[in-house]
């Protein structure tokens, strides 16, 4: 990114796809929260760019719940995936780089979905790093829940609810050569069946892969494989990716995940980089942190994603 874009926040206040309520609370959370004495605006225009805060998405919002449903909610989440996608493009077409606040990672269908269709246009493919402590890829068949926030990446590497698969009009939103996911550590039986059936083992680089090798070298091939799509990447970012001790306000904590710098550093080295299209962050729930730091990291790392540095 250059200081010259303009920077197009929008709110996605999304929680009925996990299975903890709170995450649609985020929004508004990292919006209005005082960090070191700015609200999140305030910074992002001391960085030097130029801001429009779009406001929220209208979320068609569940009323009964359906006994047995899978996936859950599916109904809602189509109604608000139109509006979804619609603001997302609206942001594109003004030439706006989007920051995009959830909300539970189930948002990432639509919010994808409206960026690959976006590039789909130009004739371009664009990738995807995808940092969490979980896979997301499951299927209505191998999720345990049925919660729509474990199923988004399978969705859109075309598999699960055809009409999930088929927003947009169009499958698969994402080609997995520009695929990488970045910290997984929680992996459902069925996902590890997805992962090696669609030949993605080689994309994912879990904590393991980061004891062993350092965050710094697993985000640079994250990068390189990303970046390789000519029209650069998105980034989704789920504050559960980081351990617990330094964001303990999200609804799915694992131990064991990375570190405050090492989750810093991630995106310092993403923004390093200039080939990032699009931002988001998701799963913070405000009902869940303890004094208000995970709202408070997920500021910090929104800026650090837009290019912030020590010096």
Known sequence: MTREEKIGLLGVPLGFGAGKTGSELGVNAMRLSIVRGERLADHIRGLGYAFTDHGDVTIVQPIDPVEDENPKHLKEMLASSENIVRAVTQILEDEEFPVILGGDHAIAIATFSA???????????????????????????????????????????????????????????????????????????????????????????????????GMAACVTDAIEIASAAPGGFAVTFDVDGIDPRFAPGSGTLVRGGATYREAHLTLEMIAASGKMRSFEIVEVNPLLDQSNITVELACELILSALGKTIL
């Open 115 to 213: 960026i690959s269709a976006h590039y789909r246009k130009r004739e371009e493919e664009i990738g995807l790093i995808w940092f969490d402590a979980h896979s997301d890829i499951n299927t209505p068949e191998t999720s345990p829940s049925g919660n729509i926030h474990g199923m988004p990446l399978a969705v859109l590497l075309g598999e699960g609810d055809r009409n999930l698969v088929d927003l947009c009009g169009f499958a698969p939103k994402l080609n997995k050569r520009y695929f990488a996911h970045v910290g997984a550590r929680d992996v459902d039986p069925g996902e590890r069946s997805q992962i090696e059936k669609l030949g993605l083992r080689d994309h994912f680089f879990t904590m393991s892969d980061i004891d062993r090798r």
